[in-house]
């Protein structure tokens, strides 16, 4: 915070009220300190009690440390083969989307940033107005448009919804990092006889790399936390994906074994975790390049 | 000379169409085509029960059942006051948060991460994992209330109607709080520190500085992150659907639950698409106005 680091030299020079300025540094410490608190002693909590046995769960008062950390819960969530399906279709979809959604989306922003005309505007408030939309709305619609095309129950009517839903905000933010690139690049390109495509991939795309990282993440991020398409679209368990796994076995048939709740869903956001520690400044440059400034 | 570049701007033209199909194709098809459906239906008296593949055009019956039992304007309250609390307080905190991390300690890198992981949790994950520490007798957060005499006795917050629809704003809130972060940070990464230096040899004290440098230079980012929170808040369905299924005595139904309940829970689908529709139209109008006082702010 630059301003408290402002006011400290000052507050020095004006006045010799130096404990007031230490007053106010722990206050905005300890401020700061229950914030953390609140994000992250649930995540801690979490992966306390997958270590857990359920014995020891109920216990009370709490064990703020397990005393005698226990695997048997990760053992029981690998042996038991549903969670490696679901957690493989989630893979798979995930995947799919980020792969669909970010060439759509790259083609798209290209155009949108280039190639501009009436369409392109219409275009673009379509795509900015989709954020509003209700999932929920729509889902016995697109249930009756995938039950036509027959793909009903599959991955692939997954992949599609999921792209539908995240091609918009990849767009309009790749679309901002394509602003960025001056087009007297590309004009030289062309006069040394590159095609048209070819400039998009030998110049824009090489360029805007920490865009496509950011949409990718991002992408990945919300196909990963899907469960409204999942719950309405797919039928059978083998097919199915985790949040929909999750609520459906973990609460139906175990009926709240919290100790499994809590290492299916430690496993589950795992791959979020780390995307976030290895990606987290390129998400940071994302918004600032795309989102932000629309 | 004049043909060729006649030629080479159509070419252009095609080139940029073409870019957009895939975007176009899959957002119009399963974007806006089932919108579009799901408004023709909610002027329909569509049941799945009537078993029959046409079904009749009543108009705004749908509209007014739902009206007349007062199911949408009970939904829309309790949108409403969720969406204002859970808005409300990660913007305050999330701003508090930034201004704080923004200090460019390498140190904070890790922290960052660390804000983040709420965020990248997924919602029916963040659900369970709050239902579990709100449980009535096990719960941590009952334990520590007692502990520290805040409440006499254990509360099943999610099964009281006082207490349900804020225990599930609090996860909302857990949940939400790091994309307002990372926004604001992102947001005050863009201002240039010569403006704080120079303001600070001028005699400006850090309050001034935050309110005639800090927000004017953000309002942009506040404009977007607040408008994409009340947007996720109005749509939050999973924390509601796994941490109370809209109860207990419908203190939590949310017009996302509403929806959800009355097309695939009464199979009654005209009358979800009527709330969806009126619950859409609601939005764009909303963010029209939103986007419209915002900008006049700004002259």
Known sequence: ?294 | MNVITNKSKLYDKLFGLALLGPAVLIVGGFVFLPVFQSVLISFQDFKLARGTSSYPWIGLDNYKLLWEQGDLQHAFWITFSFMLMVVIIILVFSMILSLFFNQGKSSDRTMRSLILLSWGTPTVIVALLWSWMFQAQYGIINYVLLKLGLISESISFLAHPDTALGSVAVAAIWRQLPFMFLMLLSGLQGIPKEMYEAARIDGVNSVQSFFYITLPFLRNVIRASVLISIITSFKQFPLFWVMTGGGPMRSTETLAILTYRNAFVNMNFGIGAAVATSWLAALVLFSIIYNRVFKEASY
């Open chain 1, 1 to 294: 915070m630059s301003t408290t680091q402002s006011y400290k030299p000052l507050l020095n020079i004006v006045s010799s009220h130096n404990s007031k300025a230490i007053v106010k540094k722990v206050a905005i410490r300890l401020i700061i300190g229950v914030f953390l608190l609140f994000l992250l002693f649930p995540i801690y909590w979490m992966i306390v009690t997958s270590f857990k046995t359920n014995l020891e769960i109920y216990k009370i008062p709490p064990q703020w440390i397990p005393l005698q950390p226990t695997l048997d819960n990760y053992l029981g969530v690998f042996v038991d083969n549903n969670f490696l399906i679901y957690f493989m279709n989630n893979l798979y979809v995930s995947v799919g989307t980020t792969i669909l959604t970010s060439f759509a989306a790259v083609f798209a922003g290209y155009s949108l940033s280039r190639y501009r005309s009436r369409l392109g505007n219409v275009v673009n408030t379509g795509l900015l107005s989709t954020q509003m939309f209700p999932v929920v709305g729509i889902l016995l619609a697109l249930y009756m448009i995938f039950r036509d095309l027959h793909l009903i129950n599959t991955r692939m009517a997954l992949v599609i919804s999921l792209s539908a839903v995240t091609i918009p905000f990849s767009t309009l933010l790749i679309k901002g990092f394509f602003d960025d690139i001056p087009k007297s690049m590309e004009e030289a390109a062309k006069i040394d006889g590159c095609s048209r495509l070819g400039i998009l991939y030998r110049i824009v795309i090489p360029l805007s790399k920490p865009g496509l990282l950011a949409i990718g993440v991002f992408t990945f991020m919300q196909s990963w936390n899907d469960y409204l398409f999942a719950i309405t679209l797919i039928v059978t368990n083998s097919k199915r994906t985790l949040s929909a796994g999750i609520s459906l076995r973990y609460l139906g048939e175990v009926s709240y074994d919290w100790a499994q709740v809590a290492t299916v869903s430690v496993v589950g956001a795992l791959p979020m975790f780390i995307l976030i520690f290895i990606f987290q400044r390129y998400m940071i440059k994302g918004l600032t390049a795309g989102a932000v400034k629309g």
